[in-house]
């Protein structure tokens, strides 16, 4: 039974009305405390000094988001503070194949925000973690039944992966068309296949992610 104290919640969020809608839903739960920092390493100072309960982070930091240093960050705190509570709150367009490996494999109680994660649910959610459970939405379940079907995440064409590569390289749409040798509408349609197979919504994510899957480039093949 979770004793009825203050659980100090820290919120890790980059928009200062994300914490404003956060702290406005659970104002009328006492039980919880809550702390909103705008930065990483704003939280890493906090950590320090004062470790929270629960620590509810986005992983959306800047634009485009750098979803990478969120989840060094969150490696950070599983290794040195493992007794808190990590919960991922963040729209679900960042939870790609790869974001989800990524943080499950640093241990956490996984939660994304969706309209209808108001207080009552928010609340919900915390007691349950506080008791050893471990809170998944609809949304990110649905990307466990993707993984666990066996359906590929990426499976994308030669084309696609030629693309990917140009776009790690840092070339625009143009560029990737003259040294593809195909129009730039194509590209662009290359560039939205990517982005829906793989479940992003940023440039930069394809990016990373290609960096993650080929950290040594393509492999060689005939045409």
């Not at 060094?72 to 490996?101: C, D, G, M, W």
């Not at 829906?196 to 093949?221: D, Q």
Request: aromatic share 8%; net charge negative.
């Amino acid at each position: 039974m979770i004793e009825q104290r203050k659980i100090n919640i820290l919120y890790v969020e980059d928009q200062k009305e994300h914490i404003r809608g956060v702290e406005s839903d659970l104002a009328s739960f006492p039980l919880y405390e809550v702390k909103g920092l705008t930065s990483l390493e704003e939280a890493r100072q906090e950590l320090r000094v004062n470790p929270p309960d629960i620590l509810l982070l986005d992983l959306g930091f800047g634009m485009p988001p750098r979803i990478e240093e969120s989840i060094k960050f969150l490696n950070e705190v599983r290794k040195t503070l493992p007794q808190i509570k990590v919960v991922i709150y963040s729209a679900i367009h960042y939870l790609s194949h790869f974001t989800i490996y990524a943080a499950l494999d640093a241990g956490i109680s996984y939660l994304v925000k969706e309209d209808n994660w108001m207080g009552e649910e928010l609340d919900r959610a915390f007691r349950t973690i506080l008791a050893g459970g471990v809170v998944y939405s609809q949304a990110v379940v649905k990307h466990f039944k993707d993984l666990l079907m066996g359906r590929k995440p990426s499976s994308l064409t030669k084309r696609e992966l030629e693309v990917a590569e140009c776009i790690h390289r840092g070339l625009t749409n143009p560029q990737i068309a003259e040294e593809l040798h195909i129009a730039v509408p194509g590209v662009r349609d290359h560039v939205s296949n990517i982005m829906s197979k793989l479940n992003f919504s940023r440039r930069a994510e394809i990016a990373v992610w290609f960096e993650k899957t080929y950290p040594h480039g393509l492999p060689n093949s005939d045409d």
